[in-house]
């Protein structure tokens, strides 16, 4: 039996040699068949076994342990374009999105719903979704691993001068993105997402967020002071739309809505269709002021874009008894002539009353005006009748970027009326010095085309709000050059058209974009 013995421990010994050479198991492989842990002579979670395990130079690639749940991560479930609270609690305190199923759970601690999410469900990523930092559940530490960059970069994404520089020469054009499902898309031309009635805000937020002073700003701003959360929100919706790293080809604008229903109190809300016009001037005269601005000029970013100065002559109307009936007042220098000039954010312009009759060969023609005969009311010659007096505009200063109002809806006593009238004009080129008093010499009167904002309804001259969709026509590339497209954008529909299929919409709003002195003395040539 001695002998025996003598065997046995001789037989171990040998066995214990052996495994000290062999190369030592993950921390994971320590883990038994029926789920206990193997019992050790060392806790598996004091300092110095950690710092063992660490200071073990690896003779192969092993698993750490904070790549054991990595591979549970599902992409295509996330969507970080919803308000940030709590699934449970509603809270939008210290809130972390589970990588695994995509829902919002506050905290990470004990008694905390992530916490309670990650054991009963076991789910075990999840990324803080203001700081962006990803951390494994129950154990709670921290993961910093290259994978998880384009979950971090889609959470929030971070613009450079650089790539900054590369939207603004149009690369886009020939180098276009691609989704988790592999379908290509253009960064900045993306669908949103209609909620319910939001349509006519959509199209005021893609045509702005075009706009390129205002669109850089937002993109390599970093706001986490004092400014206001409408502004943070709409810079998070303009680096959105303009990511090239999306998983899903189109945008949510849910988060930025809400805060605008809220700021409103209720004027702009999802489910419920208004006028783009109203949106924009509230828009950005909100903006104008949470970015700090005042009545000054040049006093956000926003008035350095888009304010000029009008000027308003206005004299009182006087009925001479020798003047025939049908006589129009015209302005008489021998009296006295009211002046003042004004700031304004965007023009707006008078269509023609469309024919009360139908043609008799056509059976129902629709009218057409040019532009430029509708921008006669800024010549300083033609004149307005209004509540006894007479008016006439002409501007100071043009802006670098010109908005234009069509205004087609009019109240009477009984019905809001639509204008059908259908107006003609260059996508390059509007020549705006006529409108001027006087044209600077350093600057260009030329103006082209970034945005359309047309409306569709039912045929007829009464306004439908319910029925009305709008739809924005956006330029892609620079004016003028080769490589210059246009897309139609309808909430989630996304369509490059024809140049010459933008004339043809009902107009309601436009952005035009002052050349620089080197185009226009080239021709209109980049």
């Known amino acids: 039996m001695a002998e025996t013995s003598q065997q046995r421990g001789a037989a171990h010994s040998h066995e214990a040699d052996h495994d000290s050479n062999v190369e030592r198991p993950s921390k994971r492989a320590r883990i038994a068949l029926d789920g206990q842990a193997v019992p050790s002579t060392k806790s598996e979670n004091s300092d110095d076994d950690w710092e063992e395990e660490v200071s073990i130079p690896a003779q192969k690639a092993e698993p750490r342990a904070s790549d054991l749940y990595l591979d549970t991560i599902n992409r295509q479930v996330l969507d970080f374009d919803f308000e940030k609270v709590c699934s449970v609690s509603t809270s939008n305190i210290n809130i972390y999105g589970c990588l695994v199923c995509g829902k919002y759970f506050q905290g990470r601690g004990r008694n905390s719903y992530a916490y309670a999410h990650s054991i009963h469900d076991d789910h075990h990523v999840f990324i803080n979704l203001v700081t962006t930092k990803v951390y494994v559940l129950p154990d709670g530490y921290h993961v910093s691993d290259p994978s998880l960059q384009d979950i971090s970069f889609v959470l929030s994404p971070k613009f450079t001068p650089g790539a900054i520089q590369a939207i603004s020469s149009g690369l886009y054009l020939s180098r276009p993105s691609y989704d988790l499902s592999h379908k290509p898309y253009l960064q900045g031309y993306v669908g949103l997402n209609n909620i319910k009635h939001n349509d006519h805000m959509n199209v005021i937020i893609h045509s702005l967020l075009h706009v390129a002073p205002l669109r850089d700003a937002l993109l390599l701003s970093e706001y986490h002071g004092k400014e206001s959360e409408l502004v943070k929100r709409f810079a998070a919706l303009a680096k959105k739309i303009w990511n090239p790293r999306l998983f899903k080809s189109q945008v949510s604008p849910h988060e930025f809505l809400q805060e605008v229903n809220r700021v409103s109190g209720g004027k702009f809300r999802l489910e419920q269709q208004g006028d783009p016009v109203e949106f924009l001037g509230w828009l950005l005269n909100n903006l104008h002021k949470d970015l700090g601005g005042s009545k000054k000029k040049n006093s956000s970013i926003i008035f350095r874009t888009f304010q000029g ?53 056509e059976k129902n023609i629709i009218p057409q005006v040019n532009i430029h005969s509708v921008l006669a009311k800024y010549d300083g010659r033609t004149t307005q009748e209004s509540l006894g007096n007479l008016r006439r505009y002409k501007c100071q200063k043009l802006p670098l970027f010109i908005i234009l109002h069509f205004k087609r809806f009019m109240k009477n006593a009984f019905v809001e009326e639509k204008n059908p009238t259908i107006v003609n004009f260059p996508l390059r080129g509007l020549d705006f010095k006529d409108y001027i008093d006087a044209p600077p010499s350093n600057e260009s009167t030329l103006y082209d085309l970034i945005a359309n904002i047309t409306l569709e309804s039912v045929a007829g001259t009464t306004r439908d709000k319910e029925n009305t969709m709008w739809k924005v026509h956006l330029r892609a590339g620079g004016a003028g050059v080769d490589s210059e497209k246009w897309f139609m954008i309808q909430d989630l529909i996304v369509e490059e058209t024809r140049k010459e299929m933008i004339f043809l919409g009902e107009t309601v709003l436009q952005i035009w974009e002052r050349r620089s002195s080197v185009k226009s003395s080239n021709g209109g040539r980049p």
């Not at 003042?340 to 008799?360: E, G, I, K």
């Open 309 to 361: 100065e009008l000027r308003v002559e206005t004299q009182q109307v006087v009925v001479r008894p020798e003047s025939e009936n049908n006589e129009k007042p015209h302005f008489d220098i021998d009296r006295d002539i009211k002046a003042s000039v004004s700031p304004f954010l965007f023009l707006a312009v008078d269509l023609p009353p469309p024919p009360l009759f139908q043609d008799a060969v």
